[in-house]
Each structure stands twice: as C-alpha cells, then as structure tokens.
C-alpha cells in the first residue's frame, strides 16, 4: 500500500481554500478510482479523463484499486481543476514522482494529457502566497493571470508530463514573468464623446455621475442617443488602480470569463445585459456554489441596463442591496458568499411605452393610464437609489448635421479626475459619503437652504432622494473646484430628478 500527497484548491466565492488531495493505492480485482470528500459530478468523472491521460501520456495505469480523498471533506469540492494534482497522486503512489507536497497543482487533464484552463486562477495563487506555498502549477493559458499575484513562482505547463518533469527537476524551468501592466486609460480607439451630436445637458449629466460615483437614468424616445451615451461613459472614467484591476481580474477569473491568456484587467469594465437576464444571472448565484453575476462582473467599472422597465421586476429589485453597499450577499444552506459589486448603473429607458411622450415633433399614443402603468414597473425605491435622472430629447436636425464635435472623453475624464482628487482628501467618494458626514460636507447657506425645502415639498422628495440631491450637488461644487454647496448647485442637482418632476407629478 502506497500513500502520496499532493496540494490543490477550491474556490468559494472569490477566494480560494487549500485542499489536501491524498491517493492511496491497494491491491484490488476493479482497478477503479475512488474519489470522496464531498466531490461533485465533475469532480467524480474525472476518474475516465484521469485513466486515458495517464495511458496516452505513456505513463501507464496500476493494476490496483485507488482511493483519492479531498481534504477538508467537509467542504464541496466543485470542477475539473483537481485532474492534474488527482494524477500526479496516483504517479507519486506507483512511484513515479517524487514528494509533491510543496508545491501547489491546478489543472483540468484532456484524454491526451494535454492541461485546460481553469477558472480562478488568480485566486488560487493568492491562496498559495497566503499559505507560504512557493510554487504553482498552472495550465500554460493560466499563467500570465496567476503571475498577478506577487511573492510566489508561477509555472505555466501546457501537459501532464511537463508536471512529472517539474517534479523531477525544477530547476530546468523558469518561472512566469509577474504581470505588473499598468491599468490604461482609454486610447484613441475608444469610444468617444464627440461621437455623440448635441444633447449637452446628458453628456454634462453624465460628467457629474462620473466625478461623484452616482447612479444615472437616461430617459428619452428611440434614436435620441441613449445607448451611444452609456457606451462611452466608462472612458470617461479614471484608469483602474492597481489595487482596483486585481480585484476586478479576480472576479472575473472565478467568473470564467477572463479571454484565455490574458493578464490584468486594464480598462473599467462594460457590462450591458440583456433584458431576459435571470436574477441569477444578474446578482449572481446558481446551482451549486453561487458565481458572481453582472453586477459583480461590472465591479469597477459600469453597469448598464438598457430598456429598464423590460427587466424583471424581481430582477431589478435585488438591485437594492449592491447599489446601496457594494456588495451582493448570496446565501445557501450550506454556504454564504459575498462578491464586491461597487458598481455604477446607467439605466436607459422610453419615457412611455410607444416612447414619444413629451416629444414635440411625434405624437404619443398612451394614456395617462398607460404611461403611469409603465413606469410603474420600476419601483419607487429602486429609483430612489439613482442619483440622477436625466432627459436626452431627440437631437434637433441642426445639431445631427452641424460640424461642432464637442468635447472628448479625455477632456471630460481631466476635469472627473481633479474632481475625485477633491474628494479622495475627504475620505469619500461624493455617493458614498455616511449619513453621519452628510450634513459637514454638504452645508448650505440660506439660499441653499430655501432652494432644497423647496424641492423637497413641491416633488415630496423621500429622505434618501434628499441625501441623493446634495450628494449631486456636492459634486457639481466640486467640478466647479467650489468650497461650499451654494443654490446654483442645488438648483442644478433637482433638475437631475426628471422622474419626480415630470412623469410621476
């Protein structure tokens, strides 16, 4: 009887645990391979891709029975990643390898012994730095995004015997060079905000959700430019930080949707869903051990969900919970995760159904019945949670055809960045500043004060609709490079509450 061990490591959430993967091997008439410690199925079929890659990689397969357990076993085990440590065990057991123990394998084995990719392989060797395990072996396509992590070796191996010549002398390989690419701002093939004709206010509008980190509605018929205005939004954010595209490349490595070979996620990320998106797909979940959905995908970067009133109403409604903290909690029976989901949202929707109302040049069809019926399907909370709602009309024939570009991204995004410089002094971005901060950072004079009361009663403005207008109007000051709020920003900041004064009046 023969006992190796081997090290891997499992994935919860956006974090990864160390697991122990141990082969004994016996004499036996089934020569099967037994797997426990609460492996799932694909874990378990790995016994048939385990046998053909041992026998095609020239290897051979035992004539013996073997037992591999996944320790701890009382944690699920889920994926193809434990193939390549699970058949370096069962080679460590006939004597083939030498002790492994101090090195850590992920890897999925094809029937040819070639290695696949993996989800989370970032994760996974951050885990290994966390435990003081110098060396990972991950599949070659892997690499460059395990390399992020710093004070360990990376190793990429493209088949199981370039594993069995590691082990036998690792000297001979050299590892990953660490990926330490700087996030990017936009480049000249970015979409651009000169693209976009006309419709001033939205761009300024827009300017504003950036500089504070707020939440944006863009309400407007077909055709006026919605979509063209979101799609440029992220380029008018700040580059990622290091610190900010480790986290979002890390996310979207559990996810499975980083490209195959990439490195660090150097541009905010764009998520625009569509409107059949399950609340799964959204917020995040699943069978089995709950991934991260669009909102934590969209994590540092923007969310956009056009069409807004065709989502689910139950959909938008788990909205509420990651827009207000940042983060989506999922829980489970036997397991509660949380994925970061410090997002900004850019809603598109019609001001009606047929989408003309308040249109000077069409006319509407729905009644007032019907156009109460339609924004009803957003709920007054959720809308309570986005800061600015703005009107982008139909763009007028002079504007479409005139040969004034306006102002690029790269000039709006200097004029976000020294915004956000005034507020990283404070301590907060302008949408995420506390309750007990708001009335220090946001004082006002008297006209402030009249100008606000005034508001407030006219629309019957909710207390967090309050907070919502002098974080916006905080913002505005801070692009003006202002010291105090005064009522020409406040009175900027209602007009950013179209909702409130046109469609629900």
Not at 201 to 221: F, Y
């Amino acid at each position: 009887m023969a006992l190796f061990r081997t090290r891997s490591a499992a994935l919860f959430g956006i974090d990864a645990h160390l697991i122990d993967v141990e082969v004994d091997m016996y004499p036996g008439v089934s020569r099967d391979i037994i797997t426990v410690g609460l492996p799932d199925i694909a874990v378990k079929e790995s016994r048939e891709r385990i046998k053909s890659a041992l026998i095609n990689s020239g290897f051979g397969y035992p004539a013996k029975s073997v037992t591999i357990n996944l320790a701890p076993a009382n944690v699920r085990k889920e994926g193809a990643g434990f193939d390549l440590p699970m058949a370096l065990g069962i080679l460590g057991a006939m004597g083939m390898v030498a002790s492994a123990e101090q090195h850590l394998f992920v890897g999925e084995l094809s029937l040819d012994g070639s290695v696949r990719p993996v989800r989370g392989a970032l994760s996974i060797a951050a885990c290994a730095r966390k435990r003081g395990i110098r060396n990972v072996l991950v599949p070659a396509d892997n690499a460059a995004e395990a390399a992020v992590a710093d004070g360990i070796d990376v190793f990429g191996i493209r088949h199981l015997r370039d594993a069995v010549a590691f082990l036998k002398e690792p000297a001979a390989f050299q590892p990953q060079p660490r990926s330490t690419a700087a996030p990017v701002a936009a480049t000249a093939e970015s979409l651009d905000f000169k693209d976009v004709r006309g419709q001033l206010s939205a761009k300024r509008a827009l300017e504003v959700a950036a500089a504070g980190g707020h939440n944006v509605l863009l309400i407007g018929p077909p055709g006026s430019g919605k979509t063209m205005l979101a799609k440029r939004f992220a380029d008018i954010l700040p580059p990622l930080t290091f610190a900010e595209a480790l986290e979002t490349t890390q996310i979207h490595s559990v996810a499975g949707v980083l490209p195959k070979g990439a490195g660090l996620v150097q541009k905010r990320p764009f998520r625009a869903p569509h409107h059949s998106v399950s609340d799964a797909g959204l917020i995040g979940g699943g069978a089995g051990t709950p991934r991260p959905g669009e909102v934590s995908l969209a994590h540092n970067g923007v969310l956009f969900l056009d069409e807004l009133p065709e989502f689910p109403r139950n959909v938008l409604e788990q909205l509420r919970q990651p827009l207000e903290e940042g983060m989506v909690t999922i829980a489970r029976a036997q397991v509660t995760l949380s994925f970061p989901a410090d997002t900004l949202l850019v809603g598109a929707m019609n001001p009606c159904q047929c989408g003309f109302f308040s249109d000077p040049t069409r006319d509407c069809r729905c009644t007032g019945a019907m156009i109460q019926r339609y924004l009803g399907r957003i709920s007054g909370p959720l809308l309570d949670r986005i800061d600015l709602h703005v009107e982008v009309p139909a763009v007028p024939y002079r504007e479409l055809r005139g040969k004034n570009e306006g102002v690029s991204s790269a000039e709006i995004r200097g004029r976000v960045e020294r915004a956000r410089a005034i507020q990283q002094a404070r301590g907060y971005y302008n949408a995420r500043i506390p309750v007990r901060e708001l009335r220090k950072l946001c004082a006002l004079d008297d006209a402030g004060e009249r100008t606000l009361e005034m508001a407030v009663r006219r629309l019957g403005l909710s207390a967090r609709a309050h907070d919502r207008i002098l974080k916006v109007a905080r913002t505005i000051a801070d692009l003006d490079e202002a010291g105090p709020i005064n009522a020409k920003h406040l009175a900027e900041a209602v007009q950013y509450r179209s909702l409130d004064r046109n469609y629900w009046q």
